[in-house]
Every structure is written in structure tokens, then in C-alpha cells.
């Protein structure tokens, strides 16, 4: 087994580790390290590694855990994500995190993060409320402001002081991180057969709950790897996948968007991962204000986010330009009241500059692929019939 092969298959491990026994074992090794779970999409990591802590991604339960005790929590009308939350809750499997983040993505993240407060779960509960207003001195201050109160809740667990210098240090290495899963994003781009969308997902999941040192470890093995010509390139389309920022598909499904004929080079599956676009200052002497300012003003679109004044259609255009895609799939969760929001503005959007997209929705525990496996095939067929007439992007 090669190189890239034993690190896929330990990220395999890692990704769908729904007890988070790589985090939980990282923690006992060291007195006075913490555990703090974040909610999809996105939250700053940086401040908790700088706490001496590990943030750990919370994306659900997908299908790998039958949902019981959570059905009876959440009505039935919205997405499945946080009923598995509940889930995982209620079994215990999150006894020895320390704290929890709920970032501002919709209502139901909201009330989710008062369910947690009732259920007495962590030392702290916090919902990190993002800033709609994107100016410096207004949203920007805001948001400093969310972040050093999670430090401070963090400083009365471990008595850690989150100092500048140990800041700057976690922001480069979370600037690392961003750079590398980049690169493969790059590379892929050009041989998008030398590492399958899967493998990429599984690769950027198991980052969630490891050291971001140990991450960059892997990722650095990957990218020298995947610069070797390897595999052969099939006839397949490419796509820019859209949509599945919060509640994650299931790996079948993404499975299925390749067998049925389509490499998918970008997407916003794990977007919090790839959130920031290019690096955060990391040697400011203050560090929170480059990480407010890298998220005011770096930040990718996204449903979650409100910028009226960049509007989300234009950028989405400018990925599938930026990426060379033949089309778009719209993937979006059931019930997910931002993701089928934005669907409609998105496709007028492509409609208005010619380029081909469908749109289908999913559940984390959708276990039929079928008919959505016939849809992107006739998707796919139909680019390759009339691939002679470009998008107009």
C-alpha cells in the first residue's frame, strides 16, 4: 500500500468517528487541554488551538447512526442534521467535550444551542453570532469582541492566557492548513483523476477532529503525491457542487455524482475548512482584529451569510470561471430553509449567463441514490452532446 493510500484510508477512520476518539485521546494526553465542538460551517479554530485546545467539527451523525431520541426534540419539517446532534448528545458521546460553539446559520442552529444549555452539556454553551454588517468598525468590532469572550469562557476552564504570540502562531498554522487543501483543490482542477472527490471529503472531514499539526502532516504527504502522474483521465465533466455548506450528503451520493459521469472540482462540501480565502495576517499585534478582517472581507458566499452587496450569483459565476467547469449541481439538504432560499437567485443567475446546472435536494441519511444518479448522468450526456456551445460566464 502506497503512501497516499495509507493516508486516505486513516482519514477514512477518523472522518465518520462518531465517539471522536482521535480528539478525546489527544486530551488525556495532557493536562489542561480542552475540547471544544463547533457546529458547521465555519468557526475561527485558531482561538482555541491558541487556548491549548482542539476544535472539534460536530457535522451530524449522516447515516451512520440511526436517529431516535432526537426525533422527539426537533419538529419534522426541518433538516436532519441537528436531530442527530441531539442524538450523539443524549448518548453521550459528547461527555468529554468541554464546551460548545453554535455558529449564527439559521434558526434551527439557534434553538439547538439553548437545547444543549437545558441539557446541562459542557462547561459552556455559546452561540457566535457572525456580523452582518461587513464594516471594520462596526461588524468588525462586533465580531472581535464574540471571539475573545469564547477565550474567556476557555480561560476559566484551563487558566490558559491567549496571548499574541500564541496567536499569530495558531493563525500560521491554520494559514498552512487552508494553503494546502488549496493546492489540492488546484491540482485537481488539472487531474482531477488522480484524487477522487470521496477521498478529498474524507481527507478534509478527519481535519476536524485532529490536531491541525498532525493535519498539515497528512495534507503534506497528499500534495506531494497527488503532483505525481498518476491515473487515467475518463471522460467525465466537471462541476462545481453548490449548496451543501451545513448538513453534509451522504458519501454515497457524492459517490454517485462521479459514477454517473462528472468530476466535481469544487464545492462547498466541509466549507468551514476552506473558509478564509487566502491567509490571515499572522503577525499583527492583534490578532483578533486580522481574523475579524479576514473573515469581513475574505469570506466565500454563502447562504448563511448576508452581503447583499456581493451578490452571491456573480461569485458563484466567477468559480465555475475560476475552475473551468462545464456546469453546476445545486445539492441542498431538505428543509433547509437558507440553501432553498438562495436556490432560486442562483439558478436566474446561471440561466442569465448560460450556464447549464440541475438542482436536486438529499437527506445525511438518504440511502436510495438512484434516481439522482440518472439525473447527473442525463446531466452529464447532455454537456458532452453540446459541449461545442460554451458557457458564458
Not at 440511526?66 to 441537528?82: H, L, N, T, W
Not at 487543501?181 to 482542477?189: N, S, V
Not at 469581513?296 to 468559480?319: C, G, H, I, T
Request: proline share 5%; charged share 25%.
Amino acid at each position: 500500500m502506497g503512501a497516499l493510500d495509507t493516508v486516505i484510508n486513516q482519514c477514512k477512520e477518523w472522518a465518520f468517528d462518531l465517539n471522536f476518539t482521535r480528539a478525546k485521546k489527544w486530551k488525556s494526553e495532557e493536562e489542561g487541554r480542552i475540547l471544544a465542538g463547533y457546529l458547521p460551517i465555519y468557526f475561527p479554530r485558531e482561538i482555541v488551538h491558541a487556548a491549548d485546545g482542539l476544535a472539534v467539527g460536530i457535522m451530524g451523525t449522516g447515516d451512520r447512526k440511526q436517529v431516535i431520541k432526537g426525533d422527539a426534540y426537533f419538529q419534522s419539517y426541518i433538516c436532519r442534521m441537528p436531530r442527530g446532534i441531539i442524538e450523539l448528545a443524549l448518548d453521550n458521546n459528547l461527555d468529554d467535550f468541554d464546551g460548545f460553539i453554535f455558529p449564527s446559520i439559521c434558526d434551527v442552529i439557534r434553538n439547538l444551542s439553548g437545547m444543549f444549555r437545558i441539557l446541562d452539556k459542557g462547561t459552556f454553551v455559546k452561540y457566535l453570532d457572525f456580523p452582518q454588517n461587513f464594516q471594520s468598525h462596526i461588524g468588525g468590532s462586533f465580531y472581535r469582541k464574540e471571539m475573545q469572550h469564547i477565550i474567556d469562557l476557555m480561560c476559566e476552564i484551563n487558566g490558559i492566557t491567549v496571548t499574541p504570540e500564541r496567536l499569530n502562531h495558531s493563525i500560521s498554522l491554520f494559514n498552512k492548513n487552508r494553503q494546502m487543501l488549496e493546492h489540492i483543490y488546484d491540482i485537481r482542477q488539472e487531474y482531477p483523476w488522480r484524487l477522487s472527490i470521496v477521498d478529498v471529503y474524507h481527507i478534509i472531514r478527519a481535519g476536524l477532529v485532529i490536531p491541525v499539526e498532525a493535519h498539515n502532516d497528512l495534507l503534506e504527504v497528499i500534495c506531494r503525491e497527488i503532483e505525481k502522474d498518476t491515473g487515467e483521465p475518463q471522460d467525465r465533466v466537471r462541476v462545481v457542487v453548490s449548496g451543501s455548506f451545513c448538513e453534509q450528503p451522504p458519501i454515497g451520493l457524492i459517490k454517485s455524482i462521479e459514477m454517473a459521469g462528472c468530476y466535481v472540482i469544487d464545492d462547498d462540501f466541509m466549507l468551514g475548512s476552506r473558509w478564509i480565502q487566502g491567509d490571515v495576517d499572522a503577525t499583527s499585534g492583534d490578532p483578533l482584529r486580522a481574523l475579524s478582517e479576514a473573515y469581513l472581507s475574505q469570506s466565500p458566499f454563502s447562504s448563511s451569510v448576508y452581503d447583499v452587496d456581493n451578490p452571491k450569483e456573480e461569485r458563484l459565476a466567477a468559480l465555475v470561471r475560476k475552475r473551468n467547469a462545464d456546469g453546476v449541481i445545486f445539492a441542498a439538504p431538505s428543509f433547509c430553509d437558507p440553501a432553498l432560499l438562495d436556490g432560486p437567485n442562483l439558478q436566474k443567475g446561471c440561466e442569465a449567463r448560460n450556464i447549464r446546472y440541475i438542482s436536486f435536494q438529499y437527506a445525511e441519511n438518504t440511502g436510495q441514490f438512484k434516481v439522482i444518479k440518472e439525473q447527473v448522468g442525463a446531466f452529464s450526456d447532455s454537456i458532452k452532446l453540446w459541449e461545442d456551445e460554451p458557457a458564458e460566464v
